[in-house]
């Protein structure tokens, strides 16, 4: 496209602008563009160093107004544009003429631009139908193989996983029948166990009871007085106390039974020292010999007789 001002018709444009009123660099930049009917708008770089340069030659000035330089012309500004009229109305064709041109050649240019827009449009569309099918297709294609292998996958991991829970599951019942076994095991053999401490420690039981009753009745006889008396006494009371030695367990040959406690002068509470002691000795071979429920009963039977003799041996006489 020609330049829209041959060379100095722009200086002299601008002194026409500033003829009319003083203006600043930007409303010259926008006259322009109207005058030109928007097809062309100079650029500052273009406005501002003429105007600079016209100022130096004295044909303009400025005045500073809010920030911005507003130009005036000055008289020796007029004299150059009243010299060159002729000059100036020649300007004003041109301009009219380029601004016919620049619309002619921008419609050209915009014509052009989109006819070879919808050329290539066309092109590209016929080029790329198939392949853009044949892609789009490819990769709807393996999308679907992925999902089909990971839904495989999925399936072969829960197979696994129920496959690996039913082993589980075998192996817990297992292992819990196993420790059935052994825990029936333990207590047959704990039972059996007892039931040989026990027949061992039956006997030692009741003749520890014999024994210690033994030793309280022979107490009774030969001890405090009190005891003489009752170990002494005729009637219904001492015959009593005679058919209750009859039933009573013999006393075992050897040391006689707590011995080594000596007595301390109070009845009493040598009682409750011999007491102490039964409770200990049988609480011993308890621990050491095991309990069952036979054993328990055999032993109940062994102390009611004890506690009714020594009930009887206490009881006041009459």
Same mark, same amino acid.
């Given at each position: 496209?020609?330049?829209?001002?041959?060379?100095?018709?722009?200086?002299?444009?601008?002194?026409?602008?500033?003829?009319?009123?003083?203006?600043?660099?930007?409303? %010259?930049? #926008?006259?322009?563009?109207? /005058?030109?009917? &928007?097809?062309?708008?100079?650029?500052? *770089? =273009?406005?501002?160093?003429?105007?600079?340069?016209?100022?130096?030659?004295?044909?303009? =000035?400025? !005045?500073?107004? &809010?920030?911005?330089?507003?130009?005036?012309?000055?008289?020796?500004?007029?004299?150059?544009?009243?010299?060159?009229?002729?000059?100036?109305?020649?300007?004003?064709?041109?301009?009219?003429?380029?601004?016919?041109?620049? !619309?002619?050649?921008?419609?050209?240019?915009? #014509?052009?631009?989109?006819?070879?827009?919808?050329?290539?449009?066309?092109?590209?569309?016929?080029?790329?139908?198939?392949? %853009?099918?044949? $892609?789009?297709?490819?990769?709807?294609?393996?999308?679907?193989?992925?999902?089909?292998?990971?839904?495989?996958?999925?399936?072969? #991991?829960? +197979?696994?996983?129920?496959? @690996?829970?039913?082993?589980?599951?075998?192996?817990?019942? @297992?292992? !819990? +029948?196993?420790?059935?076994?052994?825990?029936?095991?333990?207590?047959?053999?704990?039972?059996?166990?007892?039931?040989?401490?026990?027949?061992?420690? &039956?006997?030692?039981?009741?003749?520890?009871?014999?024994?210690?009753?033994?030793?309280?009745?022979?107490?009774?006889?030969?001890?405090?007085?009190?005891?003489?008396?009752? &170990?002494?006494?005729?009637?219904?009371? *001492?015959?009593?106390?005679?058919?209750?030695?009859? =039933?009573?367990?013999? !006393?075992?040959?050897?040391?006689?039974?707590?011995?080594?406690? $000596?007595?301390?002068?109070?009845?009493?509470?040598?009682?409750?020292?011999?007491?102490?002691?039964? /409770?200990?000795? %049988?609480?011993?071979?308890?621990?050491?010999?095991?309990?069952?429920?036979?054993?328990? $009963?055999?032993?109940?039977?062994?102390?009611?007789?004890?506690?009714? #003799?020594?009930?009887?041996?206490?009881?006041? /006489?009459?």
């Amino acid at each position: 496209m020609p330049p829209v001002f041959a060379h100095g018709r722009l200086r002299l444009y601008l002194l026409k602008l500033l003829d009319e009123a003083p203006r600043h660099g930007y409303e %010259v930049i #926008r006259l322009l563009e109207e /005058r030109f009917q &928007g097809l062309y708008a100079p650029s500052a *770089g =273009t406005v501002y160093p003429r105007l600079a340069k016209l100022e130096a030659e004295g044909l303009v =000035t400025y !005045a500073t107004e &809010g920030g911005r330089k507003v130009y005036s012309i000055t008289e020796a500004g007029r004299a150059e544009l009243a010299d060159r009229g002729g000059e100036l109305a020649d300007l004003e064709l041109e301009i009219r003429d380029s601004v016919s041109e620049l !619309a002619a050649e921008i419609r050209d240019d915009v #014509r052009g631009a989109a006819g070879a827009l919808r050329r290539e449009m066309r092109a590209a569309a016929s080029a790329s139908a198939t392949p %853009v099918e044949d $892609a789009s297709w490819a990769a709807a294609k393996e999308e679907l193989r992925k999902a089909k292998q990971e839904w495989k996958e999925q399936a072969r #991991r829960a +197979k696994d996983e129920s496959r @690996r829970a039913r082993e589980e599951a075998q192996a817990a019942r @297992r292992q !819990a +029948k196993e420790a059935q076994e052994r825990a029936r095991e333990e207590v047959m053999r704990i039972a059996s166990q007892f039931q040989e401490q026990f027949a061992k420690s &039956g006997g030692m039981l009741g003749n520890l009871a014999g024994s210690w009753l033994g030793g309280t009745g022979a107490g009774s006889g030969t001890g405090t007085g009190a005891g003489a008396g009752t &170990g002494t006494d005729s009637g219904g009371s *001492g015959a009593g106390k005679d058919t209750a030695a009859d =039933t009573a367990p013999s !006393a075992p040959a050897g040391p006689r039974w707590a011995e080594d406690l $000596a007595p301390t002068g109070e009845p009493a509470r040598d009682l409750d020292r011999l007491l102490d002691r039964f /409770r200990d000795d %049988v609480r011993d071979a308890a621990r050491d010999h095991g309990v069952t429920p036979a054993k328990l $009963a055999e032993a109940r039977a062994h102390l009611s007789a004890a506690a009714d #003799r020594l009930a009887e041996t206490l009881r006041p /006489r009459r």
